[in-house]
């Protein structure tokens, strides 16, 4: 069984950068594709990106490109995904979420971070 | 970029009722399609996969139909534990995904 638990809150100043984290229990990094999706207050789901294990790339939605920078520390079997410049449209609750077979089967428990100024 | 259009945005059903909600792809996804859960304060839940395939767990009361553009999700009797949002995602284009607006169900 796969546990993904995420790091605690956090508040930010438009223009600041924030790194959210995800540490794997119960399988390694190395046998997950990580994903990672967001839910401003109120609003729906809207992927990030994630590891295509088809090319062993890490691929953004076109949206984040620029910002967004998803990386995995194998040794600690964590996954971290940093947004840049931030502004107030980035408050929202940031998931991690593993694909299974194009489905995404475990998530982490959301991490809040707020852009305030 | 492949659009997701979910309808109703929220509906208000008593418990035992039949509820259905629409999804529709904005080009032929085949059945590249899935169907999650969300209670408040809670991760999303994977219901549906596959158009039409229960997760394994998942109440037999839940079900999903459909192909090509237009996708059901259905609850054959509405419980009070399945006031929630629902979201659709479809997958036509891996390695990305899209996810529909959502449906918030409530009780009358």
């Known amino acids: 069984q796969v546990q993904l638990v995420q790091s605690g809150a956090e508040v930010k100043k438009p223009g600041a950068s924030v790194k959210v984290s995800c540490k794997v229990s119960?399988?390694?990094?190395?046998?997950?594709?990580m994903h990672w999706v967001r839910q401003a207050p109120g609003k729906g789901l809207e992927w990030m990106g994630g590891?295509?294990?088809?090319?062993?790339?890490?691929i953004y939605a076109q949206k984040f490109q620029g910002r967004v920078t998803m990386t995995e520390d194998t040794s600690t079997d964590t996954a971290y995904m940093e947004l840049s410049s931030l502004r107030s449209e980035d408050t929202a609750v940031y998931y991690c979420?593993?694909?299974?077979?194009?489905?995404?089967?475990?998530w982490g428990q959301g991490t809040l971070v707020t852009v305030s100024s | 970029d492949i659009q997701m259009t979910q309808s109703p945005s929220s509906l208000s059903a008593s418990v035992g009722d039949r509820v259905t909600i629409t999804c529709q792809a904005s080009?032929?996804?085949?059945?590249?399609l899935n169907w999650y859960q969300q209670k408040p304060g809670k991760a999303p839940k994977l219901l549906i996969y596959d158009a039409s395939n229960l997760e394994t767990g998942v109440p037999s009361r839940f079900s999903g139909s459909g192909s090509g553009t237009d996708f059901t999700f259905t609850i054959s009797s509405l419980q009070p534990e399945d006031i929630a949002t629902y979201y659709c995602q479809q997958y036509d284009n891996l390695p990305t995904w899209t996810f529909g607006q959502g449906t918030k169900v409530e009780i009358k």
């Open positions: 979420a593993t694909d299974g077979i194009a489905s995404f089967d475990y």
């Open positions: 119960g399988y390694t990094l190395t046998e997950l594709s």
């Open positions: 590891f295509d294990p088809e090319d062993g790339e890490t």
């Open positions: 080009q032929d996804i085949s059945n590249y």
